[in-house]
């Protein structure tokens, strides 16, 4: 064969080559369709998904490029309405412009932070802010009014007993007052004396006490005048045997009004002074307690004296206060007593309503009866009343001891809401000249001294309807930090809410592109994957 050379292995050929058209070519295509490449692998991946592999698609809609981290941080940068963040992207005027702004930034972000800081701390603090106004009404319920006469015991109506005599004189003022001063009341030795069971100091006690008709000469409510007894009750105190007008014992609905300057109590009364004997107080007079229908007076620490021979008028004005429960600080270093809240259960042994006075007596006297074994004659309980030597030896020296230890000791708190009334005083002389003999004459009285040594004359009354109120308000709460928050945000980087939203937006966009674009890098770890597996498949 002419023009055809044959070659044998490892032999050169020269001239001749033989080719098949497209062999080249061919191999090619086969080992790119058999090894495809990283690229091919992730493009069929996101083809089968409907995406592209230049950008994909989020289940917003929005498109986001992986690679343009950097670009949304930019464009944050020079759109963000926090002041002061455009200046560190901006045009360099000078070499530190944006090393200043960004230390600013800090500085203010940080000023920012301890205020956000103050006003949380202060929230938590239960900060109080105190209201004071005057309600005007054109009716107001009268409160009940008390009398005790100073002088408990009518001398005519006790036992002539040494017992009875000793007991009562170491109860009295007028015991510690001579022992001061040296002197002492000559009685006989307890030991000499014989014994007095409890219940009947008791009655000799409340059958010696002045009686209603005893005390009071002329009862008026308004204008019309009316028996003392159908207006007035009994009230047994720890001062003995009072009498209240507008009392516990009243139906809520018959509570008397007080509808004008008219609605007044007047109570003419005597002291009968020239019958009296050793009392708890040594003044001469009366004691008047004005208070809540359904609260227990206490006329050995509270209400106003009255002495005999005046008329005397008592202007009441009313005064409410509505504390803040706790949390809150309502005093200024105690919380206070929620007494009026829904479910609110009275913990005190002895009383009904729950007050500090009613808690502290309750307390103290519960210890002096828990250490004597018996209660005092004029007491509340269940226990048994002490005879006259378990008063002399054991009851009175540890009333005596008492002090204000004791009464911390017992966390009697004020109450939260609390209505307390004031009164303006006023006096003239009961009687002229002229009366005080023009009684003689008609032998309404004995002696021209009478009527100034027993007689008081006592009105009372609203000055007017009007009550005085304090209240207490929180003086933060969320709203009033959430409010000067803003303004702060304003005054240190001129932000308001929708700077932080646009803070957390590009926040969350970049999350986004880095959750991405480590989703891509662990699927192009696959596609290597599977080139290297593909390229080891046809190499077989």
Request: net charge neutral.
């Amino acid at each position: 064969m002419s023009g055809v050379s044959f070659r044998q292995p490892g032999a050169v050929m020269s001239g001749v080559s033989f080719r098949q058209p497209g062999a080249l070519n061919g191999c090619r295509v086969l080992e790119e369709s058999v090894n495809p490449t990283r690229e091919e692998v992730y493009s069929q991946q996101l083809a089968q998904d409907g995406q592209s592999f230049s950008e994909e698609k989020d289940c917003c809609g929005c498109y986001l490029d992986v690679n343009k981290s950097k670009e949304l941080l930019a464009d944050y940068l020079e759109s963000a309405s926090i002041h002061g963040i455009a200046q560190t992207k901006g045009p360099q005027y000078y070499s530190w412009r944006r090393p200043v702004w960004l230390l600013l930034i800090l500085v203010m972000s940080i000023a920012l932070s301890w205020t956000l800081y103050r006003q949380i701390s202060s929230l938590y603090h239960y900060p109080i802010k105190t209201v004071t106004k005057i309600t005007i009404n054109d009716n107001l319920p009268f409160p009940a009014v008390t009398i005790c006469n100073l002088n408990q015991y009518i001398r005519e109506r006790l036992p002539d007993d040494p017992m009875i005599e000793k007991v009562l004189y170491a109860q009295s003022e007028y015991a510690g007052i001579s022992r001061h001063l040296g002197y002492s009341h000559k009685l006989p030795d307890l030991d000499n004396l014989t014994d007095v069971p409890g219940e009947e100091l008791r009655r000799i006690a409340l059958h010696a006490a002045p009686k209603l008709k005893d005390l009071m000469l002329l009862c008026k409510w308004g204008a019309k005048t009316y028996n003392c007894q159908d207006i007035f009750r009994p009230l047994h105190t720890g001062y003995g045997t009072c009498y209240v007008f507008n009392g516990p014992d009243i139906a809520p609905d018959n509570l008397a009004r007080a509808v004008s300057a008219f609605s007044q109590l007047r109570v003419l009364m005597t002291t009968l002074n020239n019958q009296t004997y050793f009392s708890k107080l040594i003044h001469a007079g009366v004691k008047v307690l004005v208070h809540q229908p359904d609260e227990m007076p206490f006329p050995l620490f509270s209400g106003w004296f009255v002495r005999p021979g005046v008329a005397a008028s008592m202007a009441l004005t009313r005064h409410d206060s509505k504390c803040l429960p706790y949390p809150f600080q309502a005093y200024s270093n105690a919380f206070c007593e929620d007494s009026k809240a829904e479910g609110y259960k009275n913990r005190l042994k002895h009383y009904q309503l729950y007050t500090a006075e009613n808690c502290l007596n309750d307390c103290l006297y519960e210890q002096l009866e828990e250490t004597c074994g018996c209660r005092h004659y004029f007491a509340k309980g269940n226990r048994s009343i002490c005879s006259a030597k378990q008063l002399l030896t054991c009851y009175m020296p540890k009333n005596d001891a008492i002090n204000t230890n004791d009464a911390q000791h017992c966390g009697c708190l004020r109450e939260c809401e609390t209505i307390t009334y004031t009164a303006d005083l006023s006096y003239a002389n009961f009687a002229t000249g002229f009366i005080k003999n023009q009684a003689v004459k008609d032998r309404i009285t004995v002696f021209n001294d009478y009527l100034d040594e027993n007689v008081i004359d006592l009105r009372v009354y609203f000055a007017s309807l009007n009550v005085m109120e304090v209240i207490q308000e929180p003086e933060m709460n969320k709203w009033t930090v959430i409010g000067t928050l803003g303004g702060q945000l304003g005054l240190f980087l001129g932000a308001s809410t929708l700077s932080f939203v646009e803070l957390i937006e590009i926040l969350l966009l970049l999350l986004v592109t880095y959750i991405r674009r480590a989703f891509y890098t662990a699927t192009g770890r696959k596609a290597d994957a599977a080139v290297s597996g593909s390229k080891s498949d046809s190499s077989t």
